[in-house]
């Protein structure tokens, strides 16, 4: 692996032990994502898992060439739980495989180099498990070294002209010296003082 590349196994171990904390109760109830419920954002993370599982694989099919899209809101099953804790260890051992790291990939229907599409992984990884942890009140420290690869990609994102901002709304602005997640939360369009 090169120097860029991390474990997502700590990350995963995180969104998964978030997931077990959520009572069915609260499945209901709106998230940062505007058209999300929290069985949305849940059924968003377990696709995106396996995606992005595929992608590090580089096994290209309906997986990694679904854009996401408002059209059909994700939703969960019966044995969400179990089925996303799967999906998310999944993921880990497919990024611990150096190749995943090399070469071209695909996920949301775009083309792109396999470190890039790590850092879109840990991105949503970490942007999600916040949106998460926000909307259900459970404690949320993420893995450091993703937390950094989210962070760098978010930056850039920001900072490209041809994207016209943040990735998932207008950046937010944070100040400076705020803790990294916060600066995070804000250039992905979030506000990081949102409350439910």
């Given amino acids: 692996m090169t120097d860029n590349t991390f474990d997502f196994g700590p990350q995963t171990r995180v969104i998964a032990g978030l997931a077990e904390g959520i009572p069915d109760e609260r499945l209901g109830d709106g998230t940062p994502c505007p058209d999300y419920a929290v069985r949305h954002l849940l059924g968003h993370v377990l696709g995106l898992s396996v995606a992005f599982r595929d992608a590090a694989r580089k096994d290209l099919g309906a997986t990694t060439d679904t854009s996401p899209s408002l059209a059909t809101l994700p939703d969960i099953g019966p044995d969400w739980r179990a089925e996303l804790s799967k999906a998310l260890d999944g993921l880990a051992e497919a990024w611990r495989d150096p190749a995943a790291w090399t070469g071209m990939t695909r996920a949301g229907g775009v083309d792109l180099p ?14 999600h498990g916040w949106d998460l942890a926000t909307v259900t009140g459970l404690p949320y420290a993420p893995d450091p070294a993703a937390l950094q690869a989210s962070y760098d990609f978010l930056l ?14 207008p950046v937010v602005p944070v100040p400076e010296d705020a803790p990294l997640l916060d600066r995070a939360v804000g250039l992905s369009g979030r506000n990081p003082g949102w409350k439910p």
């Fill in 114 to 127: 396999g470190a890039v599409a790590a850092a879109v992984a840990a991105d949503e990884l970490v942007i």
């Fill in 156 to 169: 850039a994102a920001a900072q490209d002209p041809t994207r016209g901002g943040g990735i998932f709304g």
